[in-house]
C-alpha cells in the first residue's frame, strides 16, 4: 500500500485555542490547483507527564467553498443568537472559579421606573 505524502503548504495560519489548535493550510493538488485543509490538534497529557497530540483533518476543495462559508456562517449565526457569546463550557473546566457575590453587595435592581424630577 503506497504511503500518501501530504502536499506542500503554500499558505498557512494557526489559531491556538487553549488545548487545541487549529491549523489553516492551503496545498496544490497534482493538477496545481489549490484546496483547504482544516486541522484540529488537542494536547492529551498522561498521568506521568507525557503527552500526545490527537488530530482530525477536514479537506475543503474549491467547489464547496460556498456552500460551507454559508452553513458555516447559519451554524454559527444561530448559536449566538440562541446562547449569546459567553462561553459556558468553561464553567466544567478544573481552574474555573466562580465569582462569588460579595458580602453587603448591592444587587441592581431588575427593572426600574424613570421619575422624572418634574413629575414631583
Known sequence: ???????????SQVLRAGRRTYF?????????DYYLTITESKKFTHDDGTFHY???????????FS?????????????????GD???????????????????QVKAP???TDVSFDDI
Open 1 to 11: 500500500m503506497a504511503e500518501r505524502v501530504e502536499q506542500e503548504e503554500i499558505f
Open 24 to 32: 489553516f493550510d492551503v496545498r496544490a493538488t497534482k493538477a496545481n
Open 54 to 64: 490527537q488530530k482530525h483533518k477536514i479537506y475543503l476543495y474549491k467547489e464547496d
Open 67 to 83: 456552500d460551507f462559508h454559508e452553513m458555516l456562517k447559519k451554524a454559527t449565526d444561530y448559536i449566538v443568537t440562541e446562547k
Open 86 to 104: 459567553e462561553v459556558i463550557s468553561e464553567r466544567h473546566q478544573k481552574d474555573f472559579k466562580k465569582e462569588e457575590p460579595k458580602e453587603n
Open 110 to 112: 431588575e427593572s426600574f
